[in-house]
């Protein structure tokens, strides 16, 4: 069976820190990888997707990055927070090319002071 | 461009009512349509899905979805809901042809039951 693994839970930091969210998926080989963001209020925003290991394509510009270091991982940061980045970062992956369904990870909730 | 979207941002029962929550979608094709579910500080869960052939598809829990083309809807229904029902509703698509890598999702719909 998959499981998709997001780490840390959640984090608190402050304005100009630096971010580095994680997720792992274990049991399925070369998935369709995707980060999305979640402001309170629950409307998705969809931030990256990768469709292989090295290649991340951007959807929305948010002052943060991803990368694919290995198939199984996806990695989302930042140089510097900014108070519109808390919220609720969600990893999900898919089978194909978006006409399969996303199987969401268990979040990490994110709050910058 | 597709689009999806959810008129009612928050629908508010009582306990053993039925359900509808209502999806309109926007698309040229043929579209893939999904309801997932989020419950509070949780990911989304897949309730159903649709791809083709008849337009009354099952999930789980109870509920069930009707496609129709002709309205370009994807409507979640449910007989009975139970107050473990509340959580937030969001119905998604994606399309048929492959290099769309970006799912549409609708803004969501809060459920509130009442005991």
């Known amino acids: 069976a998959q499981t998709i693994h997001q780490w840390p839970v959640a984090e608190i930091k402050a304005v100009g820190s630096p971010l580095s969210l994680g997720c792992t998926i274990k049991g399925k080989s070369s998935p369709n990888l995707y980060w999305y963001w979640q402001a309170t209020g629950g409307t998705l925003q969809q931030l990256f997707y990768?469709?292989?290991?090295?290649?991340v394509e951007s959807v929305v510009q948010l002052n943060l990055s991803a990368s694919r270091p290995k198939d199984d991982q996806f990695i989302l940061s930042t140089e510097k927070l900014l108070l519109s980045h808390s919220g609720f970062y969600l990893c999900?992956?898919?089978?194909?090319?978006?006409?399969?369904?996303?199987?969401f990870g268990p979040g990490t909730r994110l709050t910058v002071l | 461009a597709q689009s999806v979207t959810q008129p009612d941002a928050r629908v508010t029962v009582s306990e053993g009512a039925s359900l509808q929550l209502r999806c309109k979608y926007s698309?040229?094709?043929?579209?893939?349509l999904f309801w997932y579910v989020q419950y509070p500080r949780q990911g989304l869960q897949l309730l159903l899905k649709?791809?083709?052939?008849?337009?009354v598809v099952q999930g789980v829990n109870g509920f069930e979805a009707e496609f129709s083309k002709s309205n370009s809807s994807f409507h979640l229904r449910k007989a009975s809901v139970h107050w473990s029902d509340s959580a937030v509703y969001f119905c998604?698509?994606?399309?048929?042809?492959?290099?769309?890598?970006?799912?549409?999702f609708g803004k969501g719909t809060s459920l509130v039951v009442h005991p």
């Open positions: 990768s469709i292989t290991v090295g290649q």
């Open positions: 649709y791809y083709s052939g008849d337009p």
């Open positions: 998604a698509l994606s399309a048929t042809s492959g290099g769309n890598y970006k799912p549409t």
């Open positions: 698309y040229s094709g043929t579209p893939y």
């Open positions: 999900a992956w898919s089978l194909g090319t978006g006409d399969y369904e996303q199987y």
